[in-house]
């Protein structure tokens, strides 16, 4: 493989297909402070259906922006999507991980908020803390302190 090829490349987005687009959204924008860059509503075109590999899709998208990256929700309409389990022991994508300055206060701000945490802080390393919360869905969010990366 020729390295160069992705010699400009950089992150632009992770993908999440949701149950419920307006808890999702209300999550990631007033909770996380993502903000909506675009949003549509029951997406119907073939080029979708080549782009996921799908037949007759009818989808909801939202594409939120912040911390440098995307997370494009996705709720589809049709076909239904199935169930999965997220534990992080489960083969797939696990989590997504935002660097913060103080997970510790983070943690205790959000669980005054009702935010669902999986662990509590852990001091993982001298100069860190980091812990798992969920989405309203169950998607584990890593919140990361690393006073040599802030």
Known sequence: MNKKLFSNARWHHIAISV???????????????????????????EMIDTIVGLKDVDVHIAMLIGYGTRIELFQY??????????RQCDLGYTHICLLVEDAVALHEALIAEGINFVSPPVNHRPDGFC????????????????????
């Open 131 to 150: 812990c798992y919360m969920q989405d309203p869905e169950g998607n584990v969010i890593e919140m990361l302190t690393r006073k040599d990366q802030l």
């Open 77 to 86: 309409h049709q076909p239904p999507g199935e169930e999965q389990s997220h």
């Open 19 to 45: 149950c419920n687009m307006e808890a999702m959204v209300a999550f990631y924008r007033d909770i996380l402070g993502f903000e909506v860059e675009w949003q549509l509503d029951h997406i119907k075109a």
